[in-house]
Every structure is written in structure tokens, then in C-alpha cells.
């Protein structure tokens, strides 16, 4: 087999996470490759206008860290020295509560687990500028108004720029959609005669409320702190601690239940939601700005994957094709799982580029969204519709979690699944399902005999 063939231009709308990932990969293919970004791109890691979500806690997850690496080698290095914490095998390190149940995992782990806290502006910032640095690739701060289609060969020939009293035409052999998920694909398939994707929903209703604090050295020996929403408690938190020695803590509430609006009304959730020495480390600690707030009504899946007919010329990448609920911290990962489909689809020189990455990007969506769902609907009661089997499995899952808080195997069986290592599925092999099983009977055995009465002296032998 030969080397597939090298293309002329490839065009990315958007410099956020996936379009520079996207850019990453196209760099190997195309001789040229445009990234147009609306917004002010700063030369150092800081806060974006057009990316509000970067204010708030963004978890990279081990598998994503890993995924990053693998499209920018020496990048985890880089966020090393440039401060970013990396937790190797220490889950004393992490504080992590799910559903209600804080998993015992102050221990050393059996398996490797590697994970980095980068700030989401720090990493964003470190691969804006390795994809900057790549040969053919530029990245133009420009407002993309719509790609252009050419109805005869029912194929996106390039975009046209927005730009006051001009509509600039630039060619291009593909466009990639990387504009996040208020995209206008759907639109511009249906101006085009095409249908446009159905698209699953979970009406999740979350609210973000965050501050960046300092915190005195030595109160907080964790880097990640997370306790996530359960039946009962519909706020949760995600803390971490960044390269810059300051701390990101964000507090959401689920079901369009109204996040915190004061510092009083987070440090409430902290006291709800985690033990007492963090949530006391917390009221200690000086704010650094404001806080920002942030809404995330429904988490949004467009399905391209059922699509009948598909125009040449143009894929979608990243939040524009999934929007996960991002109390769970997976956009970026399976962002980065996006870009490596893409990769391997042009690296085998797929003639069908668009069907073929929205099948794989559907096979690494579905089991993530599945799993989000059924937490959503039936640990954070979020209202809507749900397949019969999501309860039975919901339940299960809270038994799991149950039995992870005092069993360390399962507990680092959760953490790796959930950090999206080893599998997408958050399925347990029977080994573990009997564990938790056996673990839960024991406790619910120790309980009982705790709670019997303590029999009285013999009547007949007097003692
Ligand atoms: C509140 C919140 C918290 C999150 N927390 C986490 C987390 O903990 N962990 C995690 O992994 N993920 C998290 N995510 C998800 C994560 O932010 C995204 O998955 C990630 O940014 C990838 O998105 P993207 O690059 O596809 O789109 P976006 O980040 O939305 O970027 C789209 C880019 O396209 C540009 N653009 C749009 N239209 C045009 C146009 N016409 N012309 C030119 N440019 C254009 C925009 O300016 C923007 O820069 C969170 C999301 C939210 C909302």
C-alpha cells in the first residue's frame, strides 16, 4: 500500500480544543492548513471571551492526557514545567465523591495511574501554540459566515469570511466544523438540501458558579477535589489546584436547580458536599476576581452517524457532534478521541471520510453518553424519558459505588473507568460485580448483627 495521497487545503472553523487538534492531524495530509478563530487569541495562557466555559473547572481525564500526548508528544512535559501538577499513582491526591459515596482511595494504587491538573487556558494555550508552530498551518483570527456549497457536485468547496461590505471566498479541499455546539451545520444542511441529524438530548439543566481562590499552603493535601450531585444533594463541586498556586472551585447545582449566586452560598455547598477540614480550608482561602457563572441546559448529541446522505467536502468535530454534561469533565477527552479517529480514517486514505469518522466518533460517543444518561437520570434526578433498563442499571451502579467506598480494588476499578482508561464501557466483569455483591452483604450482615438485641441473663441457668 502506498502513502495516501497529500492534499492542498484543509480549512478549520475554530481554534478552540478540537479545532486545534483537528488542525494537528490535518497538518500530516493537506500542504496548507487554514484554523479561523473569531476571537482574540492571546499570546499567553488567559481566559477567552468566546470560550466563557473556560472560567470554570476543566478536568482532563487520564485517557485525554494520554490522547494530547499522542497528537503533541513532550506536551505533558511542557505543562510540568510550566507548574501543572501530575499525579502518579498517589490517589491521596484525589479526593473524589460520586453519586453520594466517597470512594476510599487513600491508597497506593495496584495498576499505574497517571493524571496532570492543567488549567483549562494553560492547555489550551500549550496547544494553540505547538499547532501554530506546525509547518503549513496558520491560525487567523477571522469569522467564518458559511461554508460555500456546490449544489452540482454536492460538495463544500471553502468558506466565505465575514467581513464588513466583502464576502471573501477562500477554496478549500475540506472543511472542518470545529465551532463548538452552537454549530450551523444543521442549518446549512437543510439550506442545502440535506437532512439535517437527529439529535439526542438529556435536559440536564446545570448551573456553574465559580471563584478562584487562594489557599495557605499545607491545608489541602489533595490536588483534585470532586463530589458530584446525588438523589439527594442536587449541587456538587469540582476543585483544583492549578498551575498558577491558586485553586479553581466550582460549584454546580443539576436540574435546573439556581447554582450558588454569593461566596456565602458556595461555601454552603462546600459544607453540604465535602468533608469538614476541605470545606473549612475553603472559607480560608482569599478570592482571586470574581466569580463567574455559567448555564448548561441539555446535553446535546447530533447524530451524523444516521445521516442517509452526507455532502462531501466537510466534517464536524469535537462539541459541534457531542456536548456531554460537563459536571463529568469528558468534552476535551473525547474531543481528543475525535481527532484520533480522524487521524487513523486519513492515515488509512478512507474515501469516505465523513461516514466513516461519524461511525467511529458514534462507537466512543455512545458508551459515555449511555453512562452520563444514566446518571443523570436516575442519580441526579433529571426528568425525562429513559429506557426501562436504566434504572435496574442506575441502582446497580449505586450499590457499585457503595461497595467502593471501603474496597480499594473496586474503587480504583471506578476511577480508571471513569478517568476513561482502560475502557469506554463502564460495564464491571463479573469478578467485580461479585465483589461489590459480597462486600455489600457483609456490611448489610455486620449491620444487622450490630442492631440485634443483646440477649438478657438465662431465666433457667441465671446468667
Ligand atoms: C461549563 C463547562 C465546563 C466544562 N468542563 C469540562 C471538563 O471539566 N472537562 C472536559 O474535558 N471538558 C469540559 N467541558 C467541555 C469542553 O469545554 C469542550 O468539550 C471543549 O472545549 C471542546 O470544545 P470545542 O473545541 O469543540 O468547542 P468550543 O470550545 O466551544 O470552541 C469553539 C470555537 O469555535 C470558534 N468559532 C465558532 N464559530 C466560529 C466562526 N463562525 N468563525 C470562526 N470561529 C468560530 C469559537 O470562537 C470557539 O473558539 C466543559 C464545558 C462547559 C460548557
Request: charge should be neutral; aromatic fraction near 8%; hydrophobic fraction near 40%.
Amino acid at each position: 500500500m502506498g502513502q495516501p495521497p497529500k492534499y492542498q487545503h484543509a480549512i478549520v472553523i475554530g481554534a478552540s480544543i478540537a479545532g486545534l487538534c483537528a488542525a494537528r492531524v490535518l497538518s500530516d495530509h493537506y500542504d496548507r492548513v487554514t484554523v479561523y478563530e473569531r476571537d482574540t487569541l492571546p499570546a499567553e495562557p488567559a481566559h477567552r471571551g468566546a470560550v466563557p466555559q473556560d472560567r470554570h473547572v476543566h478536568i482532563l481525564m487520564a485517557r485525554g492526557a494520554h490522547e494530547f500526548e499522542t497528537l503533541y508528544p513532550g506536551l505533558l512535559d511542557d505543562m510540568v514545567a510550566a507548574g501543572v501538577a501530575k499525579l502518579e499513582s498517589r490517589p491521596d491526591c484525589i479526593h473524589f465523591g460520586a453519586a453520594g459515596h466517597v470512594l476510599g482511595t487513600g491508597h497506593t494504587l495496584d495498576r499505574e495511574f497517571t493524571a496532570y491538573v492543567p488549567s483549562r487556558k494553560q492547555l489550551e494555550w500549550q496547544i494553540r501554540r505547538r499547532t501554530a508552530a506546525l509547518a503549513g498551518v496558520e491560525i487567523l483570527q477571522r469569522d467564518v459566515n458559511a461554508p460555500r456549497f456546490d449544489g452540482e457536485h454536492q460538495t463544500v468547496t471553502g468558506v466565505v469570511l465575514s467581513a464588513p461590505g466583502t464576502n471573501e471566498f477562500v477554496p478549500a479541499d475540506l472543511v472542518v466544523d470545529a465551532s463548538g455546539r452552537g454549530t450551523r451545520l444543521p442549518a446549512w444542511l437543510d439550506e442545502w438540501g440535506f437532512a439535517r441529524p437527529h439529535e439526542q438530548t438529556v435536559d440536564v439543566g446545570i448551573g456553574y458558579s465559580t471563584q478562584q481562590l487562594r489557599i495557605p499552603d499545607g491545608l489541602i493535601a489533595e490536588k483534585v477535589v470532586v463530589a458530584g450531585a446525588s438523589r439527594t444533594q442536587q449541587a456538587g463541586l469540582g476543585m483544583l489546584f492549578y498551575e498558577d498556586g491558586t485553586w479553581g472551585l466550582t460549584t454546580f447545582t443539576v436540574n435546573h436547580v439556581a447554582p450558588p449566586q454569593t461566596l456565602d452560598e458556595i461555601y454552603e455547598v462546600a459544607d453540604a458536599v465535602l468533608p469538614e477540614p476541605l470545606a473549612a480550608a475553603i472559607r480560608q482561602g482569599e478570592p482571586v476576581g470574581d466569580i463567574a457563572f455559567h448555564r448548561y441546559p441539555v446535553s446535546r448529541w447530533r447524530r451524523y452517524d444516521k445521516l442517509q446522505r452526507f455532502p462531501g467536502g466537510i466534517v464536524p468535530i469535537g462539541d459541534a457532534v457531542a456536548s456531554f454534561n460537563p459536571t463529568y469533565g469528558q468534552g476535551m477527552t473525547m474531543t481528543a478521541l475525535q481527532a484520533g479517529h480522524l487521524r487513523r480514517l486519513l492515515a488509512a486514505g478512507t474515501r469516505h471520510l465523513a461516514y466513516d469518522l461519524a461511525r467511529a466518533t458514534a462507537k466512543s460517543t455512545y458508551p459515555v453518553w449511555t453512562m452520563n444518561a444514566i446518571g443523570d437520570l436516575t442519580l441526579h434526578g433529571t426528568e425525562g424519558p429513559a429506557p426501562w433498563w436504566y434504572r435496574p442499571v442506575g441502582a446497580l451502579f449505586d450499590q457499585f459505588l457503595g461497595a467502593a467506598e471501603n474496597d480499594r480494588v473496586l474503587a480504583e476499578w471506578f476511577l480508571r473507568r471513569f478517568s476513561l482508561l482502560d475502557s469506554l464501557y463502564m460495564v464491571p466483569p463479573a469478578s467485580i460485580v461479585g465483589r461489590a455483591i459480597r462486600h455489600n452483604m457483609s456490611l448489610w450482615w455486620a449491620q444487622k448483627r450490630a442492631s440485634a438485641p443483646v440477649p438478657g441473663p438465662d431465666p433457667v441457668l441465671g446468667r
